[in-house]
């Protein structure tokens, strides 16, 4: 089993930064970690990921704004979000691709402001 724990969300004005973390336990290797959002009212997208051993991807909306990161010998993602706007307001997730298997947080919600 793995356990994924969002953290750092909060309000924040546009133009603003925040850093989410998500802290994995229960299985220590975890083939790619991944962001999600899903913003009021609609479906949850995609945000970015990263593998293991480094590469990433970026949803266009979030790509130059948003940087994705990871300490493997703390178990822990990083999502730093700059320059952010009101439509980046969503709840945010993690997700890991461990053991064949795809677990999730329980979300962390970022509201930005205009």
């Known amino acids: 089993q793995v356990q994924l724990v969002e953290s750092g969300g909060g309000s924040v004005q546009a133009g603003g930064s925040r850093r989410l973390s998500c802290e994995r336990s229960?299985?220590?290797?975890?083939?790619?970690m991944s962001w999600y959002r899903q913003p009021p009212g609609r479906q949850r997208e995609f945000v970015s990921f990263?593998?293991?051993?480094?590469?990433?991807a970026y949803a266009d909306s979030v790509k130059g704004r948003f940087t994705i990161s990871q300490d493997n010998a703390k178990n822990t993602l990083y999502l730093q979000m700059n320059t952010l706007k009101p439509e980046d307001t969503a709840m945010y997730y993690c997700?890991?691709?461990?053991?064949?298997?795809?677990?999730w947080g329980q979300g962390t919600q970022v509201t930005v402001s205009s």
């Open positions: 997700k890991g691709l461990c053991g064949g298997r795809d677990y």
């Open positions: 229960g299985y220590i290797y975890c083939r790619s």
């Open positions: 990263i593998t293991h051993d480094g590469s990433a």
